[in-house]
């Protein structure tokens, strides 16, 4: 694996770290904030949250996809130019 491999997986492993651990960390302190003040946006925040993770989540499906493809694609160049 090449150093920009490795930069590119830990760009993924980070952005999934942000996206599955610190984001509904601080998405529930303000949820509880909003909740203790009765606030209306108490309630929107859910479903705002939902869009959000939804669209993470299929942006962290795409790049990995697409990191899959890169792979396989260096994967095969080397072994052509390996054959030769």
């Not at 830990?10 to 599955?20: A, D, E, G, K």
């Not at 669209?55 to 792979?71: K, P, V």
């Amino acid at each position: 694996m090449d150093g920009n491999t490795s930069s590119v997986l830990f760009v993924l492993v980070l952005v999934s770290f942000i996206h599955f651990i610190i984001v509904p960390i601080i998405l529930f302190f303000v949820e509880y904030i909003l909740a203790k003040k009765a606030s209306k946006f108490a309630i929107i925040l859910p479903t705002i949250t939902l869009f959000i993770s939804i669209f993470l989540g299929a942006f962290y499906i795409l790049i990995s996809a697409i990191m899959f493809l890169i792979w396989y694609l260096v994967k095969k160049s080397v072994e052509k130019n390996y054959q030769k």
